[in-house]
């Protein structure tokens, strides 16, 4: 019983743990709100994907030597990049736009200058992959690129498969969308790139040429797309006569 935390001291951990996370450089009421509020997100943005964006976000500007100042704004940045989710989730990039102003003025006043809570509510503004443009920040890059996290080729392939599974599709024809969008998005020349933030090429080089190998690899891919289709229950259900 004595190494059982009370909620009260679990809470109090939680919290020294995103602190430290912020260099203790986050004002504790602020910090304070915007835990209680992620908590209430859907779980697709949930603290836990908060948390990984942060430590990425983090990483990434260590990565880039980037000064501290700027630092804070990523971390801030990340943050606040998904607080709109609790209010609706198509929208949420602009939701957390306006809160981002509301917030700090309000909880965390005086600490940045206009020109820096800009960038900020600019950054949650663009965070999202499904952007057309790439970011027009270093800021709002490496934001975008921590919430995109590392390339997964098995997760792009699982949500493609996912999607189609919705719409009824036949596994033959499945099959041979899933990589047809792939190479559309993917390819050498494919529409992922025109919005994908240059930082993210390079820090996670090694992984994006990993993802290309086994874009070219047809035969594997077309196998992993029918194991995908299989494994997520397609083709189980039995059309009515
Ligand atoms: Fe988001
Ligand atoms: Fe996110």
């Given at each position: 019983?004595?190494?059982?935390?009370?909620?009260?001291?679990?809470?109090?951990?939680?919290?020294?743990?995103?602190?430290?996370?912020?260099?203790?450089?986050?004002?504790?009421?602020?910090?304070?709100?915007?835990?209680?509020s992620i908590?209430l997100n859907d779980p697709a943005h949930n603290?836990?994907h908060v948390?990984?964006v942060?430590?990425?976000?983090?990483?990434?500007?260590?990565?880039?030597?980037?000064?501290?100042?700027?630092?804070?704004?990523?971390?801030?940045a990340?943050?606040l990049h998904d607080i709109g989710c609790r209010y609706e989730r198509s929208q949420h990039h602009l939701i957390g736009y306006g809160l981002t102003y509301e917030l700090?003025?309000?909880?965390?006043?005086?600490?940045?200058?206009?020109?820096?809570?800009?960038?900020i509510a600019t950054a949650v503004l663009e965070h999202r992959s499904s952007n057309h443009y790439?970011p027009?920040?270093?800021?709002s890059?490496?934001v975008s690129?921590?919430d995109?996290?590392?390339?997964?080729?098995?997760?792009?392939?699982?949500?493609?498969?996912?999607?189609?599974?919705?719409?009824?599709?036949?596994?033959?024809?499945?099959?041979?969308?899933?990589?047809?969008?792939?190479?559309?998005?993917?390819?050498?020349?494919?529409?992922?790139?025109?919005s994908?933030?240059?930082?993210?090429?390079?820090?996670?080089?090694?992984?994006?040429?990993?993802?290309?190998?086994?874009?070219?690899?047809?035969?594997?891919?077309?196998?992993?797309?029918?194991?995908?289709?299989?494994?997520?229950?397609?083709?189980?259900?039995?059309?009515?006569?």
């Amino acid at each position: 019983m004595e190494n059982t935390l009370t909620l009260d001291e679990e809470r109090v951990r939680e919290d020294q743990e995103w602190a430290r996370l912020f260099d203790y450089r986050i004002q504790k009421e602020f910090l304070r709100h915007c835990i209680y509020s992620i908590s209430l997100n859907d779980p697709a943005h949930n603290l836990g994907h908060v948390k990984d964006v942060c430590r990425l976000g983090k990483e990434i500007c260590g990565d880039l030597h980037l000064g501290e100042r700027d630092t804070l704004l990523v971390y801030v940045a990340c943050l606040l990049h998904d607080i709109g989710c609790r209010y609706e989730r198509s929208q949420h990039h602009l939701i957390g736009y306006g809160l981002t102003y509301e917030l700090l003025g309000r909880l965390w006043p005086d600490e940045f200058n206009d020109d820096e809570v800009m960038t900020i509510a600019t950054a949650v503004l663009e965070h999202r992959s499904s952007n057309h443009y790439k970011p027009s920040s270093l800021i709002s890059s490496i934001v975008s690129v921590a919430d995109s996290g590392a390339p997964d080729f098995a997760k792009y392939v699982r949500r493609a498969v996912q999607f189609r599974l919705k719409k009824n599709m036949e596994e033959l024809h499945v099959v041979e969308d899933v990589y047809k969008h792939l190479l559309e998005k993917f390819g050498a020349e494919g529409y992922h790139w025109k919005s994908y933030p240059e930082i993210g090429m390079d820090f996670f080089k090694k992984e994006w040429d990993d993802f290309s190998e086994k874009l070219y690899d047809e035969k594997s891919t077309l196998e992993l797309i029918r194991e995908t289709y299989v494994t997520l229950g397609g083709g189980s259900v039995t059309q009515p006569n």
